[in-house]
C-alpha cells in the first residue's frame, strides 16, 4: 500500500512540473532546416556511438548558441521522450556549462530527476539543477520537502536537491527537517543535503553540532555567509581532491603491478586497454609504459600503434600531444597522416598539439601539411616547428614553385635585423639555396649561439658550396662533426688537409673522422695523400689508418694503366707502412709490383724500397731471396772491386734473423743463414759481427739449457771488446 502511494506521489509530480510546451522529437529537428551550426553538433549529440565526453561537448556547443534552433535543439534534449544517451550528455553540459542557463529547461530535467532510478542519474540531474535560480523552483522543492504527506521517497529526492541551492533560508528549513518528529530517511537526507550545502563535513548527524554552528552562521550578513560557504567549500573540495588524489595513486599502482606481472607477450594487449580507458590518468599511465617500452627497444604490434593513433585523437590535449610525439619517435607513417590531415582541416587548436603535430611532420611529411605549415610559419609561437616541417617537406620534394616563393618570403620576413634567427628558418633557407641567403648563412657560421651556429654550419655543409669555409674551423668542437660528415661526401684537397690536422678529442668520433679522411684520399692527388700520411705518421696515428688512407689513393692491382711517379710513392710507401705493421706478405705483393719500376726510382726511393723488402722477406723467412736482395742493397758496384760495408744496420738483422730461429729449434736454418752472411761478408766482416755469429754457433753446439756466456766472455785473439751502451753501435749478446 505505500508502494502505491509513492508512486501515485511520483506520478502527480512529474505532471505537475511538466512545461507546457510542445514536445519535439531531438532526431526529428535534423529535417528541420536548422542553421548548419546547429545541425552538426546535433547530430554528434544524437550519435551514440560517440565518447560520452563528446557529446557533452556536442551539447555545450549548442548551449553556447544563442539562437532560436540551438534553443529548441536543447530543450529537446532534455525533454523526458529523448533517448537517455542524449539527456545525460546534455545535463553534463549544463552542470560544467559557465554561462547563464535558461529557467525554461528546468521543469524536463526535474522530471528527469523524480524518473531517475540509478544513483548516478540523480547525482548528475542534481548538478544540472542546481545551476537554476528560477524561485519557481526551489519552491516547489520546498513545497514536496516538507509536505509530510508526500511518500517519503519523494521528499528525500527534494531535500536532497534542495541542498544545491545555498541560502540562509534553505539551511533553516533543512535544519528544521532534522527533528525528531522526521521519518529516519528524511533525517538523514537533509542532514547530507546541509553538507552539501554548508561544506562542514565534520558536523555529521550531530544536532547539537549543528545548532550552535547556526547559532553563530545565522547573524552573518549575506556577504560574510557567502564568503563562509565558499571557504568550506574549498576545504572540502581540498579534502576530495587528497581523497581523489589517493585514490589515483593507488590505483596507477595497482595498474602498473598488473603489467609489470603480466608475460611479456600479453602486455601489448594490456597497454592498448589503459590507453582506451575513460579515465584520463590510466591513459597517461598507458603512455608512460608505452615510452618506456620504447626506451627498451620492445616491438609495437599494429594493435598496440592503432591504439597509439586512437589517442591522436584524444578528449585531453596533454595525451594528444604525447601520443604524437611518441609515435614520432615510433616513425609510425599513418599517424604522421593524421596528423598532417587535421592540420590541414583546421581541426585542432590548442597551441602545444599544434606544435607537437608539426614535430611528428617533420619527422615524417606529409603533402597536406605543407599549406598549414606555410600558414603557421607566420606565427611567431610555432614559427620553429613550422620551419623544421617545410625542410623537410623540401627535402622530399613537396612544394611546389609557387609554395616555395611562399616559404621564402616568409622565412625572410621573420628575420631580426639586429639579432639572430631561429636555428629552424636557417635550415629552411639552406633547402632553399639562395645565394643572398648564404651570405647570410656564412655569418652565422661564427655566431655565439651554438643552436645558431650549428644550423648554419649544416645548412652549408648540406648544399653545394665549397667545404673551405667550414673546413677552416675544423678545430671547432661545434663545427667539427658537420665537417668530418661532409667531408666524408664531398671533401677535397683543402679539407683533407684542414681536417687531418684536427684530429677529434673524442674517442667516440675518431672512426667517422678516419673514414672521411680515407674517402678524401680516394678523391685528391698523390702528393696530397701522402703529405697527410707524412703529417698522420709524425702524429703517431695508428698504422692501420695510414695504410687505409694510402689504399684508398693507390690503383687496384689490376689496372691497365701504368703507375705514375706519384703512385709509385703511394705505393712504396704503402709497403713500408705494411712492414712496420707486421703484415709481410701484403707487403711483399706491394714490393712485387714494384720490382719492374726501380729503375723509375731516385737513389733513396731504391734505397727504401730493398730495405723494406728484406725486412718483409726475413719475416716470411724467404731467407734466400733476402740474401739476394741484400747483395743487391750491399754488393760493390760492377767493377769497383770495393768492399760491401760491413756496419749496415740490415746486418744486424739477418743475426737477429738466426737466432730467432736458433730460438724456435732450427739449428739447420740457422747456421744456412749465418753461412750465408759470412759469404756475403767476406773476411772484410767486422770483429763484432764474427764474435756475435761464433756465440751462436757455440750454444747450437750445447745442449739446452746449458751456460755458455762464461766461456765465451773473454773476446776472441785479436778482436776488439764489445762496445757498451751509448757507444752508438749495436750491442752484443
Known amino acids: 500500500m505505500i508502494r502505491f502511494w509513492m508512486c501515485l506521489g511520483t506520478v502527480w509530480l512529474v505532471m505537475a512540473v511538466s512545461p507546457a510546451v510542445a514536445q519535439e522529437d531531438p532526431a526529428a529537428l535534423l529535417t528541420a532546416g536548422l542553421r548548419d551550426t546547429v545541425t552538426a553538433p546535433l ?36 525533454d523526458v521522450q529523448a533517448p537517455d544517451h542524449v539527456w545525460r550528455a546534455t545535463a553534463s553540459a549544463i552542470a560544467l556549462y559557465p554561462g547563464r542557463v535558461r529557467d525554461e529547461w528546468w521543469p524536463a530535467l526535474l522530471n528527469r530527476y523524480t524518473l531517475a532510478a540509478s544513483e548516478d542519474d540523480l547525482a548528475l540531474l542534481a548538478d544540472a539543477l542546481g545551476r537554476f535560480n528560477d ?83 545565522r547573524r552573518l550578513s549575506d556577504n560574510d555567509w557567502l564568503s563562509h560557504l565558499l571557504s568550506n567549500q574549498a576545504r572540502q573540495q581540498t579534502a576530495m581532491r587528497l581523497r581523489m588524489s589517493e585514490g589515483e595513486r593507488r590505483l596507477l599502482e595497482s595498474q602498473q603491478a598488473i603489467y609489470r606481472t603480466t608475460q611479456p607477450a600479453d602486455r601489448p594487449a594490456v597497454l592498448a586497454y589503459m590507453l582506451r580507458d575513460p579515465l584520463p590518468t590510466l591513459r597517461q599511465l598507458g603512455l608512460d609504459l608505452a615510452l618506456q617500452r ?36 615510433l616513425l609510425d607513417e599513418p599517424a604522421s597522416r593524421i596528423a598532417a590531415d587535421r592540420l590541414a582541416n583546421h581541426e585542432e ?20 601539411v605543407v599549406e598549414p605549415a606555410l600558414d603557421l610559419l607566420d606565427e611567431p609561437a610555432l614559427r620553429p616547428e613550422a620551419a623544421a616541417t617545410l625542410a623537410a617537406a623540401m627535402d622530399s620534394k613537396m612544394l611546389d614553385g609557387k609554395q616555395i616563393e611562399r616559404a621564402v618570403q616568409l622565412a625572410r620576413r621573420g628575420l631580426p635585423e639586429n639579432g639572430l634567427p631561429l636555428p629552424q628558418v636557417i635550415t629552411l633557407l639552406g633547402k632553399i639555396d639562395a645565394d643572398e641567403d648564404f651570405q647570410r648563412i656564412a655569418k652565422w657560421v661564427d655566431a655565439d649561439s651554438q643552436p645558431v651556429k650549428l644550423a648554419a654550419a649544416s645548412a652549408w655543409a648540406e648544399s653545394a658550396r665549397p667545404l ?49 679522411l680515407v674517402a678524401m684520399a680516394g678523391r685528391v692527388s698523390a702528393d696530397h695523400v701522402l703529405w697527410t700520411v707524412d703529417y698522420l705518421d709524425a702524429e703517431h696515428e695508428d698504422l692501420a689508418t695510414l695504410e687505409r688512407l694510402l689504399t684508398a689513393a693507390v690503383p687496384a692491382a689490376d689496372a691497365t694503366e701504368p703507375l705514375t711517379d706519384a703512385q709509385i710513392q703511394l705505393l ?54 733476402a740474401f739476394d736482395e741484400a747483395r743487391r742493397l750491399l754488393g760493390p758496384e760492377a767493377g769497383s772491386g770495393t768492399l760491401p760495408p760491413t756496419d749496415d744496420p740490415i746486418i744486424d738483422q739477418f743475426v737477429e734473423a738466426a737466432r730467432l730461429q736458433a730460438d724456435q729449434r732450427k739449428p739447420d736454418s740457422a747456421r744456412d743463414i749465418m753461412g750465408q752472411l ?56
Open 43 to 78: 547530430r554528434q549529440l544524437l550519435n551514440a556511438s560517440l565518447p560520452a565526453d563528446e557529446r557533452r561537448d556536442a551539447a555545450a556547443n549548442l548551449l553556447s548558441q544563442d539562437h532560436r534552433d540551438a534553443l529548441r535543439a536543447i530543450a529537446a534534449a532534455v
Open 135 to 217: 524561485d519557481k523552483l526551489q519552491r516547489r522543492l520546498r513545497e514536496t520537502a516538507e509536505d509530510a504527506a508526500e511518500p517519503v521517497d519523494a521528499r528525500v529526492r527534494m531535500i536532497r536537491l534542495w541542498g544545491y541551492f545555498r541560502s540562509k533560508d534553505t539551511c533553516e528549513r533543512l535544519l528544521r527537517l532534522t527533528g525528531a518528529s522526521q521519518p529516519p530517511l528524511v533525517r538523514s537526507a537533509a542532514y547530507q543535503a546541509l553538507i552539501n550545502l554548508t561544506g562542514m563535513e565534520t558536523l555529521n548527524q550531530d544536532p547539537a553540532a549543528w545548532q550552535t554552528w547556526w547559532d553563530e552562521a
Open 349 to 368: 587548436h590548442v597551441l602545444e598539439v599544434i606544435r607537437a603535430y608539426l614535430l611528428l611532420s617533420a619527422r615524417l611529411p606529409q603533402q597536406p
Open 294 to 329: 620504447l626506451l627498451d627497444d620492445q616491438p609495437f604490434e599494429e594493435a598496440l600503434r592503432v591504439a597509439l593513433r586512437e589517442r591522436l585523437l584524444d578528449r585531453q590535449p596533454e595525451i594528444r600531444s604525447r601520443a604524437a610525439l611518441l609515435l614520432r619517435d
Open 678 to 733: 759470412r759469404r756475403l761478408l767476406g773476411p772484410s766482416i767486422k770483429p763484432e759481427i764474427a764474435q756475435r755469429l761464433r756465440l751462436l754457433e757455440f750454444e747450437l753446439r750445447q745442449p739446452p739449457g746449458e751456460n755458455t756466456y762464461q766461456e765465451l766472455a773473454a773476446p776472441a785473439p785479436g778482436s776488439v771488446p764489445s762496445p757498451g751502451p751509448g757507444s752508438g753501435q749495436p750491442a752484443q749478446p
Open 468 to 516: 673551405k669555409m667550414l673546413a677552416d674551423r675544423a678545430g671547432d668542437p661545434t663545427i667539427q662533426p658537420i665537417v668530418i660528415s661532409a667531408s666524408e661526401r664531398r671533401g677535397g684537397p683543402d679539407t683533407l688537409r684542414a681536417l687531418s690536422t684536427h684530429r677529434p678529442q673524442q674517442p667516440e668520433m675518431l672512426e667517422a673522422w678516419r673514414r672521411a
Open 572 to 625: 712504396l710507401k704503402r709497403a713500408e707502412i705494411r712492414v712496420r705493421a707486421l703484415s709481410p706478405t701484403p707487403a711483399l705483393a706491394d714490393f712485387d709490383r714494384l720490382a719492374s719500376m726501380v729503375s723509375r726510382m731516385s737513389a733513396g726511393q731504391v734505397d727504401r724500397y730493398r730495405r723494406n723488402r728484406i725486412d718483409a722477406l726475413l719475416d716470411v723467412g724467404d731467407f734466400a731471396r
